[in-house]
Nanobody, 120 residues
Framework: VQLVESGGGLVQAGGSLRLSCAAS????????MSWYRQAPGKQRELVAV????????NYADSVKGRFTISRDNAKNTMYLQMNSLKPEDTAVYYC??????????????WGQGTQVTVSS
């Protein structure tokens, strides 16, 4: 599975951005997709997750009510709509896909990341 993110950039506080993650390869093996982010000097954190089976979603408390994760199965693409952006949302955003479980371990795939910078 290959993942390619796009849509990052520079935006003022209060603005919006939409990130995309296009998946290719063995996409039928994907059972969940997520967005993570990593700010300078901080650990990578989970932002939002969406399952393949029923498109159920979950969000980090810090983005609830502002960010929306979605997916278009026909296009093998996941999105993150980010509204009311804050300077603390500044980070590199990574796309993650969970594949099959082998010998008790899930297989995870990562994109290369896209920079989001929110100015105050």
């Amino acid at each position: 599975v290959q993942l390619v993110e796009s849509g990052g950039g520079l935006v003022q506080a209060g603005g919006s951005l939409r990130l995309s993650c296009a998946a290719s390869g063995s996409t039928a093996s994907i059972n969940a997709m997520s967005w993570y982010r990593q700010a300078p000097g901080k650990q990578r954190e989970l932002v939002a997750v969406i399952t393949s089976s029923d498109s159920s979603t979950n969000y980090a408390d810090s983005v609830k009510g502002r960010f929306t994760i979605s997916r278009d199965n026909a296009k093998n693409t996941m999105y993150l709509q980010m509204n009311s952006l804050k300077p603390e949302d500044t980070a590199v955003y990574y796309c993650n896909a969970r594949g099959r479980k082998t010998l008790g371990y899930w297989t995870y795939y990562w994109g290369q990341g896209t920079q989001v910078t929110v100015s105050s």
